[in-house]
C-alpha cells in the first residue's frame, strides 16, 4: 500500500509563497501523473496542477503563471511551489499519484493565505 506525504502548508500573507511537498512511501513503484488538487469548504475538490513522468505539465486557470509543479523522481517526491498567493487559494491542498490501475491520495495539508 502506497501512502502520499504532505508538509510545507501554513499560514503566509497575500503576495507571499509557500512550497508543498509530497513524498510517496514506497520508491520502487514508477508514479504516472502527480497531481496537486484543492477543495475550500463548501466547494468542490479542483485540480491545480499535474505533471506526468515525461514532464508534461498542466495549471489550473486560476493558478498558471503563479505555481509550479515539479518532481524528485529520485525520491519519488513532488513539489508545488506557490508564489503570488491570494486569499482566494485558501485550501487543503491534496497529493494524488496515479500508480499503475490506481490512484493515491493524500491526506491533505492546510494553505492559509491572509489579506
Known amino acids: 500500500q502506497v501512502q502520499l506525504v504532505e508538509s510545507g502548508g501554513g499560514l503566509v500573507q497575500a503576495g507571499g509563497s509557500l512550497r508543498l511537498s509530497c513524498a510517496a512511501s514506497?520508491?520502487?513503484?514508477?508514479?504516472h501523473v502527480w497531481g496537486w488538487h484543492r477543495q475550500a469548504p463548501g466547494k468542490q475538490r479542483e485540480l491545480v496542477?499535474?505533471?506526468?513522468?515525461?514532464?508534461?505539465?498542466n495549471y489550473g486557470d486560476s493558478v498558471k503563471g503563479r505555481f509550479t509543479i515539479s518532481t524528485d523522481n529520485a525520491k519519488n517526491t513532488v513539489y508545488l511551489q506557490m508564489n503570488s498567493l491570494k486569499p482566494e487559494d485558501t485550501s487543503v491542498y491534496y497529493c494524488?499519484?496515479?500508480?499503475?490501475?490506481?490512484?493515491?491520495w493524500g491526506l491533505g495539508t492546510q494553505v492559509t493565505v491572509s489579506s
Open positions: 514506497e520508491s520502487r513503484f514508477s508514479v
Open positions: 496542477a499535474s505533471i506526468t513522468s515525461v514532464g508534461s505539465t
Open positions: 494524488a499519484a496515479a500508480i499503475g490501475p490506481r490512484d493515491y
